[in-house]
């Protein structure tokens, strides 16, 4: 992978959450009965460059919501305008898995060419989707638009680890589906893990605890050292769901204060 050593500011953005999760809902190997609050937020990511940005997911959309119980905060494209990134003329699109918090915004993205791994695409069209137990997590109707982009030329795919761009790299690490990718980006204070759904929560890769939606438990566990392998400091692998996050790091100004924070700043 060659490199120029560029180096990107990285934002995080909630647009999103679930108040009513417990430690029992999100961590395997606790007390089933540990029904103490542990809260699930939801984020989309932006890295951002001299001479380019680049969205990381694209959340979920209001019917999402509503139909799945969770609170929209504020519509992604939204969140992001508040960082002043505007959706609809962002060019490139990483998406780390297919679930619906993950993909399910990306008809705010009309320009965009989407960044996916091949065997995320054959997960989520292929035999394993034919039960609920598997397919619970993803929606046919986003699926069915990333097929069509497919055929539009907007889908770029990629097996294994790949640079789509000096100083961003995405990373194969599967466990939670099938084609899981994580995302590597340099920064001011050196390279940084957007772990996604590789770890909800700090406690997931730090306890060893996963998360209890699973294609392969045994990659899922492994990647936590993957995600750990590619950076110099374990804390700079950031969790994809942790309220946490938005307590360790600064907001770039205070109005957005419990919206965005600044990733590639230093922690507080």
């Known amino acids: ?25 999100n961590l395997m190997y606790v007390d089933p009965h540990d029904d103490a609050p542990m809260p699930i937020d939801y984020y989309v990511w932006a890295i951002v460059g001299k001479d380019r940005h680049v969205v990381v997911d694209t959340g979920f959309v209001k019917a999402d ?13 939204d969140g992001l305008a508040m960082i002043g990134i505007d959706a609809a003329k962002t060019e490139e699109v990483i998406v780390t898995h297919l679930h619906y918090d993950h993909i399910g915004g990306y008809e705010r993205f009309p320009a965009a ?50 640079q789509i761009a000096p100083g961003i790299t995405l990373h194969f690490v599967g466990g939670h589906t099938m084609g899981l990718q994580v995302v590597r980006v340099r920064t001011r204070r050196g390279w940084l893990v957007l772990a996604s759904d590789a770890s909800h929560f700090y406690e ?45 790091y600064p ?18």
């Open 1 to 25: 992978m060659s490199d120029d050593g560029a180096s990107y500011e990285v934002y995080a953005v909630k647009y999103a959450t679930m108040q009513e999760r417990t430690r029992s809902t």
């Open 113 to 162: 060419r989407f960044h996916l791994q091949e065997r995320e695409m054959q997960f989520a069209t292929g035999v394993h989707m034919c039960t609920a137990t598997m397919n619970h997590s993803f929606e046919p109707g986003h699926i069915s638009g990333m097929i069509t982009r497919v055929f539009d030329g907007r889908v770029r795919f990629h097996d294994g680890d790949v």
């Open 204 to 248: 997931n890769m730090e306890q060893t605890a996963p998360f209890p939606i699973v294609y392969n438990l045994g990659d899922m566990i492994l990647g936590y050292e993957r995600c750990y392998g590619l950076v110099e400091e374990r804390a700079n692998v950031i969790p994809g769901h942790d309220p946490l996050v938005l307590d360790r």
């Open 251 to 268: 907001a770039p100004k205070k109005e957005l204060e419990g919206i965005a924070v600044r990733l590639d700043a230093d922690p507080k």
């Open 65 to 77: 919501a509503d139909k799945r119980g969770r609170t929209l905060l504020r519509d992604p494209a």
